[in-house]
Nanobody, 126 residues
């Protein structure tokens, strides 16, 4: 069983930056690809970014390419999402998720993710 706890959310002005972190406990962190999803108010939970187990593959939604960066520290069992040039449309609850032994474009869907965090709120004001 893997537990995931997100942190780093908050209120920021448009154009600003935030770094989200997701700390994992339980399981073997390096066996899991990690992903970030987000859910704006009243909308579906959508893919944001994902990273393979060994960091040799990263995947991004078109809406965040060039602004967001996902990276991980397997020693600290933590995955991060660096968010720059934030826009009001980035406002959402951000969730991290873990997918066992998965790689490739499947990581852009919710299907392979076995564990989810509780989410952290990101609000971008205009």
């Amino acid at each position: 069983q893997v537990q995931l706890v997100e942190s780093g959310g908050g209120l920021v002005q448009a154009g600003g930056s935030l770094r989200l972190a997701c700390a994992a406990s339980g399981g073997t962190f390096s066996n899991y690809a990690m992903g970030w999803f987000r859910q704006p108010p009243g909308k579906e939970r959508d893919f944001v970014a994902a990273i393979s187990r060994s960091e040799d593959g990263t995947y991004y939604a078109d809406s965040v390419k060039g602004r967001f960066t996902i990276f991980r520290d397997n020693d600290k069992k933590t995955v991060y999402l660096q968010m720059n040039s934030l826009k009001p449309e980035d406002t959402a609850v951000y969730y991290c998720a873990a997918a066992l032994f998965t790689r490739g474009n499947l990581l852009k869907t919710r299907t392979p993710y076995d564990y989810w965090g509780q989410g952290t709120q990101v609000t971008v004001s205009s």
